[in-house]
Structures are given as structure tokens and as C-alpha cells.
């Protein structure tokens, strides 16, 4: 009981999904003999921060196997819209060279005093 307990207040999301990540979080949850309220603070601290902008728009669910739920169900429909915009942004042709402008300064306007 006591080893899982650290391992749980370092364990964080990260790039993974959030489902890889309730996994680990359910495993040493349990482990740690803690009660729904601090698991559900903790599972929630230890979310990514897109993820948590997510789900602030949202009222948390109050269980911590609904939260579970919510955070997987966002983070997969996250990252389906990561991917559809990448294939799009693949499918792009790409864009045509920037206009290059003369680096010369127009004739009268040398010294900047003399704009009027």
C-alpha cells in the first residue's frame, strides 16, 4: 500500500492517452488504499493541460469511473480532430513563395526627417 502511494502523486498523463493513463491510475489507486475524493483530485491533476481546459468547460462527474469516461471520450475525440486536421493539412498543395520586396529605400525619403 505504502509504495503505491508515491508512484501515484508523480503519475501523470503526458502525451499518452487518457486511457493508458486510467489504466496506471486505476492500478495504483487501488493500490493505494485512498479514498474516491483524493482519487479524483489526484486523477484529475494528473491530466494533460488541453485535456483540462477540456473538461473545465464542462461540471465533473461525480464519480471518479465517470470522470474516467469523460476524460477518455474528450481525449479520444481530441485526438481524431488532431488527426483529420493533419491529413487535411497534408492534402494542402503547398503555398507559393512569399513576395520578395526591394530592400532599397524610395528615393527622397534617405533620412527620415524629411517625411512630412
Known sequence: ?????????????????????????????????WNKEALVALFYQGLNERLKEELAAQDLPPTLEKLYYMAIAIDNRLRERIRSWGAHFRALPPLPPSPVFPQSTPQGLDDPSQCS
Open 1 to 33: 500500500m505504502r509504495a503505491a502511494a508515491p508512484r501515484l502523486l508523480r503519475l501523470r498523463q503526458g502525451p499518452r492517452s487518457a486511457a493508458d493513463y486510467a489504466v496506471d491510475f486505476r492500478t495504483l489507486g487501488a493500490e493505494s488504499g
